[in-house]
């Protein structure tokens, strides 16, 4: 007497069914909120800065500076210690003047992406893309006028470590590169520290 053969169908359906909802709680995080995933993160960055061009002998200006930056976006962090935030913010940055020259400012709207991986100290690499202007400021430091046609594209690249000392709080140094595209092409390097809240 032969025995009826059963049909494998039902089996394969059960095996794709269960490796599925493995993979699904696998690769699902078990607690969004617990790992930062999606959060706002507003970051404060102080710099001092180290002007490359124009020449700050010929243009009467010193070679040091000072500045800061606002910034906010949100903050993407998964489980694999992938860290990704794209950003918006505005930059600040003075240059000061040598004994017989005129301060200047370099000012920065930008958009752009922080990527690091880790979870409690995060290497991160970033850029931003945006629009520059340059402004003089006056003898008594009350004020400031736009210098004419010194407006354009303003890139930025840099590297930065993040110490997360707190669920909603990070801190760390950061190294970056500033070009202004207009007339004289203004070009400096900053290096400063940082603090970013996450809510």
Not at 125 to 146: C, K, P, Q
Not at 162 to 182: C, K, M, N, T
Request: net charge neutral; charged share 15%; glycine share 12%.
């Amino acid at each position: 007497m032969t025995r009826p053969r059963m049909s494998r169908r039902p089996v394969l359906n059960v095996a794709l069914a269960g490796g599925c909802a493995c993979a699904a709680v696998m690769f699902a995080p078990r607690d969004a909120h617990a790992y930062g995933y999606g959060k706002f993160d507003l970051g404060i960055d102080g710099d001092a800065t180290a002007l490359l061009a124009p020449s700050p002998t010929q243009n009467n200006l010193s070679t040091l500076g000072s500045g800061f930056k606002i910034r906010f976006g949100d903050h993407f962090r998964w489980r694999t210690g992938l860290n990704l935030m794209p950003e918006v913010g505005y930059a600040f940055d003075h240059v000061f003047s040598a004994e017989s020259g005129t301060p200047e400012n370099m000012n920065r709207m930008f958009a752009g992406l922080r990527i690091g991986f880790g979870n409690k100290v995060v290497p991160t690499l970033y850029g931003h893309i945006g629009y520059g202007f340059r402004s003089v400021s006056t003898e008594n430091g009350n004020g400031a006028s736009v210098i004419p046609s010194s407006n354009g594209l303003a890139l930025d690249t840099g590297i930065a470590v993040e110490f997360r000392i707190a669920q909603h709080l990070s801190i760390g140094p950061h190294a970056e590169f500033v070009y202004i595209d207009v007339p004289n092409a203004p070009q400096w390097l900053a290096f400063g520290g940082h603090l970013d809240f996450i809510f």
